[in-house]
């Protein structure tokens, strides 16, 4: 099993850039790919990115296309979600999820999540 621990969120203006972690503890995270979902309020649960267990390869949502980045770092154990351009739409609770098998961009169940970061988007 695997425990993640998300950080980094916080109230920003529009425009502005801002870096997530996702800090792992129990298996190496290097044994799962990674991804980063988010929750605005009343909302349901979006993909935003997702990056296999060797940061090779990644996927994007197109509302975060060109705008984010993931990648991880294997050696800390953690994966990262770079934000930039922020828009007040980019408001939500941020979550990050970690799965094993096969790596494939567009799969949305994940096996493992953390407990959110709140990334606040202010015009």
């Known amino acids: 099993q695997v425990q993640l621990v998300e950080s980094g969120g916080r109230l920003v203006q529009v425009g502005a850039s801002l870096r997530l972690s996702c800090a792992s503890s129990g298996r190496p995270f290097s044994s799962y790919h990674g991804g980063w979902f988010r929750q605005a309020a009343g909302k349901e649960r979006e993909f935003v990115a997702a990056?296999?267990?060797?940061?090779?390869?990644?996927y994007y949502a197109d509302s975060v296309k060109g705008r984010f980045t993931i990648s991880r770092d294997n050696a800390k154990n953690t994966v990262y979600l770079q934000m930039n351009s922020l828009k007040p739409e980019d408001t939500a609770t941020y979550y990050c999820?970690?799965?094993?098998?096969?790596?494939?961009?567009?799969?949305?169940?994940?096996?493992?999540w953390g407990q959110g970061t709140q990334v606040t988007v202010s015009s």
């Open positions: 999820a970690a799965r094993g098998g096969r790596y494939s961009g567009t799969e949305r169940y994940y096996d493992y």
């Open positions: 990056i296999d267990w060797s940061g090779s390869s990644t």
